[in-house]
């Protein structure tokens, strides 16, 4: 049982910022179970949440300013405090602070999803389904 289960209303429509926001929850169940074993596999755990987060917040922000989005200017504020926070994580872990257990739970459950069901849910709404097909080379469809 995941910690940090998906739900379809996490859902935007957008194929891309989707499929990146289901890897966020893998990677965040990963990092909490992880966590319980701590040593080596909590740092892992920790850096590819890390990594992940910085590199699907920058193809939001490309995706956002490609469309011109009028919300680009805010949503990237959000985007930087919700990178500081996972860097503060990682920073208790390394540090072997407790309580990031704590500091995951509501990193997920009082940040990241509701900037998911406000901020991009409006952000994509007002894209008009502006990329929201699936890449055809990750659909498994042949490009040539
Ligand atoms: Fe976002």
């Given at each position: 049982m995941d910690?940090?289960?998906?739900s ?6 957008n ?10 929850f893998?990677l965040?169940n990963l990092?909490?179970d ?7 596999a ?11 987060v910085?590199?699907h917040?920058a ?6 300013a ?6 680009l200017a805010r ?25 990031v ?5 509501r ?6 999803v509701?900037h998911?069901?406000?901020?991009d ?5 007002a894209t008009?389904?502006k ?8 659909a498994?469809e042949?490009?040539?």
């Amino acid at each position: 049982m995941d910690t940090y289960p998906w739900s379809d209303a996490y859902a935007t429509g957008n194929w891309v910022i989707d499929t990146q926001h289901r890897h966020l929850f893998e990677l965040a169940n990963l990092l909490a179970d992880a966590l319980v074993r701590g040593g080596e596999a909590a740092e892992q755990a920790m850096a590819a949440l890390d990594g992940h987060v910085r590199e699907h917040f920058a193809e939001e922000e490309a995706f956002l300013a490609a469309i011109r989005a009028p919300s680009l200017a805010r949503h990237r504020r959000v985007h930087a405090s919700l990178a500081l926070d996972v860097e503060a994580m990682r920073f208790n872990l390394a540090a072997r602070h407790p309580g990031v257990e704590d500091q995951l739970a509501r990193w997920v459950e009082a940040s990241l999803v509701p900037h998911m069901l406000t901020d991009d849910m409006a952000a994509i709404e007002a894209t008009g389904g502006k990329g929201s097909r699936p890449r055809p080379a990750a659909a498994g469809e042949c490009t040539l």
